[in-house]
């Protein structure tokens, strides 16, 4: 008998409507051991969980997660590998939902409307830990400098600054709660040569310590 999942229900209990064997009209409960950063990234970005009703899955999506399921079980050679390149379409497929199940967005996710911005945010992804000027920033975008900033601002609502603070910040979450890497590496892939100065970005916008992030994991 199919479960109704109730509008409102915390990320705790979702788990007990998950379908075991993930069949038609059950849950599918998604959870990757191994992925490139870029995925990571965005992965940690998304909301805790995302509804996709019948009618808005699309049959690529299925397709994916099908086959996704196949080399889990199958466990053939280099399944490994091929489960990261399916996780990493499988990550623009939830992306591309949630873009369109909103009509305003804001932030990190309003710069995937914007093919300027989406080409920077890329390559921010790929290497938080590079020493990023807004200049630098700007010729990624193809944009002076002042042109730049203002259209970061105007769609997302952050500077440039910001917009590199908040994809450091996830990032850092993302390494504290599923990692044991001490706080020191942590703060230096994310472009921080000392843990004090990674300390103070992480508590402005944490509003409590790595460490105290951490233990609540």
């Known amino acids: 008998m199919r ?9 705790s209990e979702l788990e007990n409507y998950c379908t075991p064997e993930h069949s038609e009209n059950g849950i599918v409960c998604y959870e990757l ?33 099908a086959m996704i399921r196949s080399e889990v079980l199958a466990h053939h050679p280099g399944y490994r590998t ?18 369109v199940n909103q009509d305003e967005l804001t932030g990190v996710f309003a710069a995937l409307h914007d093919s300027a911005l989406t080409t920077v945010l890329n390559d921010l992804i790929e290497a938080p830990e590079q020493d990023w000027t807004v200049e630098q920033m700007a010729n990624l ?13 105007r769609k997302t609502g952050l500077t440039p600054k ?35 100065a990674f300390g103070r970005f992480f508590k402005k916008y944490a509003d409590q310590s790595a460490q105290e992030f951490r233990s609540s994991c």
Request: charged share 15%; net charge positive; with cysteine.
């Open 33 to 65: 051991d191994e992925v490139n950063s870029a995925s990571t990234l965005v992965f940690s970005l998304l909301p805790p969980w995302l509804v996709l009703r019948n009618a808005e899955q699309t049959q690529q999506l299925g397709s994916i997660l």
């Open 82 to 99: 091929v489960i990261q390149r399916l996780s990493d379409v499988l990550t623009l497929h939830l992306l591309r939902q949630l873009l």
């Open 141 to 153: 975008a193809c944009l002076s400098t002042s042109a730049f900033a203002d259209r970061c601002l």
């Open 162 to 196: 910001k917009l590199l603070d908040q994809l450091r910040f996830h990032r850092a979450k993302y390494l504290l709660s599923t990692s044991s890497l001490p706080v020191e590496v942590i703060a230096s892939r994310i472009g921080y040569q000392s843990a004090t």
């Open 3 to 11: 479960r109704q999942v109730p509008a409102q229900i915390s990320l």
